[in-house]
């Protein structure tokens, strides 16, 4: 079953960091990256850049509304995601505790699957 991990931090937070400590904490995403795709469960990886870089998107009445970032009502961003094949939600559980990211922030699992499904 695809489950997602993701990121989410404190929009801040990155800026917190000096770069030599920006470089080692990205080392040690990268290292757990490297992990998991040796032991075949990882699908897909990526960090995503601040959302102030980022733009929002929303259509209503037919009608396009295009917002850049920042988004000064954002308390959290999604930082970065790994998408896994894990055969139960527990694994999933389980190598979202070994994520470094779970240190400074909250690593969200989610299992993918059709939207209209109810919870």
Same mark, same amino acid.
């Given at each position: 079953?695809?489950?997602m991990l993701l990121i989410v931090e404190d929009p801040a937070q990155r800026g917190t960091r000096t770069e030599?400590? $920006?470089h080692e904490v990205y080392d040690r995403m990268?290292?757990?990256?490297?992990n998991l795709k040796s032991r075949g469960v990882l699908m897909a990886v990526s960090s995503l850049k601040s959302q102030r870089e980022g733009a929002r998107v929303?259509?209503?009445e037919g009608?396009?509304?295009v917002v850049d970032g920042p988004f000064a009502e954002a308390?959290?961003?999604? $930082?970065g995601f790994?998408?896994?094949?894990c055969a139960t939600r527990d694994e999933a559980l389980a190598i979202a505790r070994e994520c470094p990211a779970a240190q400074w922030a909250t690593v969200e699992v989610r299992e993918t699957g059709?939207?209209?499904v109810s919870a």
């Open positions: 079953m695809p489950y030599p400590e $920006g990268v290292q757990f990256s490297d929303q259509v209503r009608r396009a509304q308390k959290e961003m999604v $930082g790994f998408l896994l094949g059709p939207c209209y």
